[in-house]
């Protein structure tokens, strides 16, 4: 029996329904993007590469569009490349400036200098020494 004002038990169950699809809609809407650390997104994204995962599921398990992960998938190339680049210099011209020269020639000047004295005073040590006069 019903009380005036009561709603029908089927009647109320659809309006309960219907406010719990509304305050997920508000706070989905509310939802901030996850902070994944680098470290996810590369596992992410290396697990799609590797073909252990397909992208549908990593966005469904991480809560991401197709586009943020393919955004990663980008990012994650582009700093491959980034980082196997080589590292030599590819333009002509020298490869220290004459500052730099001229101050390595100067040490290895000094270098070299000491170098002879301390062969010299090898010699020295190295030479019999005389003996010592007797009485």
Same mark, same amino acid.
């Given at each position: 029996? =019903?009380?005036? #004002? ?5 009647? $109320?169950?659809?309006?309960?329904n ?5 305050? *997920?809609?508000?706070?989905? /809407?509310?939802?901030?993007? @996850? ?6 997104r590369?596992q /992410?994204v290396?697990s799609?590469?590797t ?11 991480l809560?991401?569009s197709? /586009? ?15 980082a196997?680049?080589? %590292?030599t210099? =590819?333009?002509? #011209? &020298?490869?220290?400036? &004459?500052?730099?020269?001229? @101050?390595?020639?100067?040490?290895? @000047? %000094? %270098?070299? #200098? $000491? ?9 020295? =040590? %190295? ?5 010592? &006069? *007797?009485k």
């Amino acid at each position: 029996m =019903l009380v005036d #004002g009561e709603e029908p038990p089927a009647h $109320r169950e659809v309006i309960y329904n219907l406010e719990e699809e509304r305050m *997920t809609a508000e706070i989905k /809407a509310k939802k901030e993007p @996850l902070p994944y650390n680098a470290q996810q997104r590369a596992q /992410a994204v290396l697990s799609i590469w590797t073909e252990r995962r397909r992208p549908g599921e990593v966005c469904q398990d991480l809560g991401i569009s197709p /586009a943020v992960l393919s955004h990663w998938e980008k990012r994650a190339l582009a700093a491959m490349l980034k980082a196997l680049e080589s %590292q030599t210099r =590819l333009e002509p #011209g &020298p490869a220290l400036s &004459p500052k730099l020269e001229r @101050l390595l020639a100067r040490q290895a @000047l %000094q %270098q070299r #200098g $000491r170098m002879a004295k301390l062969e010299k005073r090898l010699a020295k =040590l %190295q030479e019999p020494k005389s003996p010592p &006069p *007797t009485k």
